[in-house]
């Protein structure tokens, strides 16, 4: 009787999991489309759209030709039964984007614009709306499949996968940004990927495959934003480091598989050194490819008698307090909507736990190497702290120099959402207390309001808040 | 080991049954079906936010403050079109400033089209520099074409001082009139269709 009332408490736990990721994944993916139909502007998206079109322009060119790439802004909204069309039109400024060209030849491939007889150029925006969903959704899928495997391997209560899925799509930005163009969300799939790879290091499996998904995992990443690279490319430096540390053995890169994933390195290390070559850096910034005169009248620049001088201090303060703000907000270059108060609380909470799992993994590390769970959280944490820092210098520079003081999103760290949310759930199951009923139902709950006021943050706060500022939309 | 296969064999199921969610909701995008409930949400965001329907929107950079003293006034043209003389109902969400000052008196407005003029008043105290205010106008007896709405705050003084917020866009309306002079600005005014809920600003004083 005792077995048959266990056997149904499995299958009761097992269908509530399934209910869990399948509703969050629906209203994930639902709330794209929203997006999309309401046209709401997407950060930076007429230069996104711009480097499409170059691409379109220029189907041979693999590597671009920064100083070439036109800006675009869109003239006319044509709506033809359920597809929309841009009609754009050309301008004499350059894009200011200098990233890898791999997302932008994606979507170029995707059959995104149109170019007429007379030059007149069209962006199918549906369709680009289309495969920007369909690309954040398969990213969401393996983020969820990965998160479920990792979870289900300790304490298997459905309200942790609950509290996963709520974590990993409810964060502002990742849906609102993969509703359209940008190639964020070509960073979100590198990281998954690469996470899946790092897993099944972690597990032992020492094969091709694991090997394969480290290696695409950076290469989507480096292809795609210099910033989701940076992270993954310092997340591995530690990984091998600590593996050598522990093992003292080279084993890691010693052995038959890495090998053959050296190519896909050869290829990013091509790309950055003819980059590099070129224009004396591994990501050229607007004000290397462009005329100084364009430069200094550009949104980037400020004349030194309109500048806000900040100190040191004053900058910190601005910079952080931005990117928390980001990390919150939706967004676009003419509104934000900031979640702040008890809105922003549930993103509060776990940043705080995710900080925390960072903080004890590395303790536990430093006391016992054989610690090895702990690694993907402790190295993919400190490459995102790594990251933040090198950004916020690189940004305090940019402002000395120029007086921008943009240029402090948060969504850069975006990718790196479904590692944050395992830190946080596995943060909670390693809590060692003694499972008592009254404690599962104190757990429970926890999880399941965290989770609504997370859903509520996300979708329900944009709803009841959009309206009324008063957003131009395309 | 067995829980290892089963572990396995779950994870696999949840990747298909996420699949095929995605799969349906695509099917659903092609029939209009998420169209459809994205229309649902967006009228009931817009219905919270007090709203139908959103007519005109001005821009929200740019925008300075023109004060209105004493007898000074400001006029503004707007054209209100088919669908809101059906709707019966508009609302005009006009940027107003205080000078962050607690002020007193009273904001009157004029909607005048032709013969027709309805007066409308508001406590100043009610106004607000990080709000936009608004005024709900019964517009059956208007016809579509141009209205004419003018601000004036006969009890404003110096040291009691209300702006309207103005700005150099002329893509949306034409034509400001501040104290009898003809300006290349134009007001910030957007206008909508309201909800059945919302309760404007200002109240309703006589219509001639």
Redesign the interface.
Known sequence: MNSVNKAFESKSN?IK??FA??IL??LF??KM??YA??GFPIPDQEAQMSYIIYMEQNPDVIIPVFEDISAYDVKEKIVDG?TVYYEMEWTEEHCYLGHPPLYYKMMQLCNTVDIADDGTVYINFTQLS?CNI?LT??T??IA??AG??LI??KTNSWHYHLLYAAICTTLPLYGYIGSGPNNDNLCNLGMVIFWLGLISYCEKRYCYKTFWLVALGICICMFAKLTSGLIVLIATVIVIVFDIVRTKKLGIVLNKYFPTTLPLYLIVLGYFVSIYVQYGTFQPSYGQFVSAEEYTASQFYVAEEHRVILSFEDHFKHFFSGIWQTWTATYET??MLVRNGWVSFGYFVVMVVFILCIVIGIKKMTKNAEEKNEIINVAMGIAMFCTLMYHYWTNYNGHKAGGYMGGYQARYYMPCIPIVAIGVVKFLQSIKMKRTPTYVLIESIVAIVLSMLLIYSDIGYF??????T?V?LL | MGDKIR??E??I???V???V??VV??IG?KI?L??F???V??T???N??G?EE?IT?T???GREPIPILGTEYIEQEIYIGEEVINAGKLMLEIDVANYVRINQGELYVDIKQGDVLQTYVTDVSKITTDKMIRLVADVKNYEAGNVCVKFYAPTATSDNCIAVYVLNDLEVYTNLNVNGTITDKNACI?LAIPADHVIGDFVFIEEQ
């Open positions: 097992e999991i399934y990721y399948v994944f629906a993916v639902f489309f929203f139909y309401e359920n289309n369909i959704s398969i969401m899928i969820l499949m479920y495997k289900s391997q003419n509104y709803i009841m808040n959009i309206y009324y008063g131009e | 572990n396995v779950q994870h199921k949840l990747g049954l996420l699949f969610c995605l909701i695509m995008q209009g998420t169209d409930v994205s229309g949400f967006s009931f965001g817009k919270v936010a709203y959103r929107m821009k929200t950079q957007d």
